[in-house]
């Protein structure tokens, strides 16, 4: 099997060599960002989301299944993108969650084999990625009334060997 903290680190190398996709989250690069779980030292994952900056991606290990995959049964690690888009850059809904979802799945990753994310190899151990997926979303911080919004953006990870 291959470790999922492998994979989580794979994917964020990937997303941050998109150019398109680092300059809809104003540039910068470090912040597409792993949450791991690490209790006690790490905050919950809502919270986590809440306290990420605008235009930033939040990646997350989902947990791991078996799958049926070209009539074979293998392992797949569920991943997803909790995106926060914030304003926009230009006046005209350029940094919001579509345009970041099309970045991220449109996006050719450099240096790569010239394929969009979507169709790329994450990683060595595993397939392109499986059966991916937006959702807008919102959330709150237990006791307040402050409301947030984001996107999952959520994917697997099919294992080649096993």
Known sequence: MVNPAD???AI????QSIAA??????????VIIPYRRNFPDQM?????????PKRS?????EGTVTANYLKMEKWKDN??????AGDTLNGDGSAGFYAIWNAIMNGIPSPGDGQPFQRTEIHSGCFQID???ITPQEGRIAE???????????FGLVHKGE
């Open 79 to 84: 991943f997803s993108l909790y995106v926060k």
């Open 21 to 30: 996709l680092v300059t809809l989250l104003g540039g910068d690069e470090n």
């Open 12 to 15: 964020i190398t990937k997303l």
């Open 144 to 154: 307040s009334p402050t409301v947030y919004e984001y996107c999952k953006i959520s």
């Open 57 to 61: 991606i939040t990646v997350v290990w």
């Open 7 to 9: 994979l989580t680190s």
């Open 44 to 52: 919950s994952l809502g919270e986590a989301i809440y306290r990420a």
């Open 131 to 133: 059966s991916p997926s």
